[in-house]
Nanobody, 125 residues
Framework: QVQLVESGGGLVQAGGSLRLSCAAS????????TGWFRQAPGKEREFVAR????????QYTDSVKGRFTISRDNAKNTVYLQMNSLKPEDTAVYYC??????????????????WGQGTQVTVSS
């Protein structure tokens, strides 16, 4: 059975940091890519970052480059999203997902096979 569980969300002031974790079980962690997406109220789910299974490839959306870092620890079956210099516009529910790397399509939610339940991140101004 594939299961993804996110944790680490919370309330933080602008400029602060959070580290999100995505713990995977079953076949999920052997998927070629793990991605982080976020969804703010009234908005569509958007791509944040993704990382390849071996950790060599990583990609970020422009708005988080230089502030967020995606990493993984395969021994712990966990992918992390370190978020620094947080802004109020980063407020959203953050989801992790696994699926194929899928080239440029890998920034689209539809490319991913399995999703976690999400963790809320709220950044106050």
């Amino acid at each position: 059975q594939v299961q993804l569980v996110e944790s680490g969300g919370g309330l933080v002031q602008a400029g602060g940091s959070l580290r999100l974790s995505c713990a995977a079980s079953g076949r999920a962690f052997s998927s070629p890519a793990t991605g982080w997406f976020r969804q703010a109220p009234g908005k569509e789910r958007e791509f944040v970052a993704r990382i390849s299974w071996n950790g060599i490839l990583a990609q970020y959306t422009d708005s988080v480059k230089g502030r967020f870092t995606i990493s993984r620890d395969n021994a712990k079956n966990t992918v992390y999203l370190q978020m620094n210099s947080l802004k109020p516009e980063d407020t959203a529910v953050y989801y992790c997902a696994v699926g194929p790397w899928a080239g440029v399509q890998g920034t689209l939610a539809k490319a991913y096979d399995y999703w976690g339940q999400g963790t809320q991140v709220t950044v106050s101004s």
